[in-house]
């Protein structure tokens, strides 16, 4: 059982450029979500996906970010144009159901450098 | 004021220290809470759930008060293992209602 698969794990983009965050969940997990951890800050929720579907994206930006979890493959969060304040430490959970913060599973993150 | 309130330290105690943390949230409506760990540049972790009853876990005892909206975290015996970032989390119902603190910091030394 891997748990949940983040990649890549580094990634440095210039500005304006895009970014692309995959995130594989724990096998017979169906739920994903997504944070972002800026530099000395908590976890800020951003989205919450199940497969197919957003359920809740009222934690992204309204411009430029965007969120996926097709049928097959990984879910990704796609950052369009980037700038320096997106540089910041992106973490995907996963869960089997929606039942809390205690069935969270984390990976190990993705870290965005914008230079 | 912020949904979930730590101080964010650091502490710096000596091994065999005892350290106690503590966090308050806002929304009276939360339903479960728990404490996160979080090494350096690492993904965040579960420490342990926070019951009304209060838990204990080895040498860490989490406690919960509602009427004052506080939870507390005390590690016994620190060791140098302990050092990380302790993050508060509280769960308004469902996953994605997930709030995080932004943690507190504790480094116990040699």
């Known amino acids: 059982n891997a748990g949940v698969m983040q990649n890549p794990r580094h990634l440095v983009r210039r500005r304006g450029q895009e970014a692309r965050l995959r995130c594989s969940p724990m096998?017979?997990?169906?739920?994903v979500y997504w944070y972002r951890q800026l530099p000395e800050e908590g976890l800020k929720f951003m989205v919450y996906?199940?497969?197919?579907?957003?359920?809740?994206e009222s934690g992204m930006p309204k411009e430029r970010f965007s969120a996926e979890f097709p049928k097959e493959g990984p879910s990704i969060l796609r950052i369009q144009q980037v700038v320096r304040g997106d540089s910041a430490a992106y973490f995907c959970a996963s869960s089997p159901l929606d039942g809390g913060a205690n069935v969270l599973t984390f990976g190990a993150g993705s870290r965005l450098t914008v230079l | 004021r912020k949904e979930v309130e730590q101080d964010p330290g650091p502490f710096n105690v000596p091994e065999g220290a005892t350290v106690a943390f503590n966090c308050t949230y806002s929304n009276s409506a939360s339903q479960s809470f728990f404490w996160y760990r979080q090494d350096c540049r690492k993904e965040p972790k579960l420490l342990m759930s926070?019951?009304?009853s209060g838990n204990e876990d080895g040498r860490f005892t989490a406690q919960l008060n509602r009427a004052s909206q506080y939870i507390s975290l005390l590690i016994r015996d620190s060791k140098l293992s302990d050092s990380a970032t302790y993050l508060c989390?509280?769960?308004?119902?469902?996953?994605?209602?997930?709030?995080f603190g932004a943690g507190t910091r504790l480094f116990v030394k040699a």
């Open positions: 926070v019951y009304s």
């Open positions: 996906l199940q497969k197919e579907n957003i359920i809740d």
């Open positions: 989390v509280v769960n308004q119902g469902g996953g994605f209602k997930t709030i």
């Open positions: 096998k017979g997990h169906s739920h």
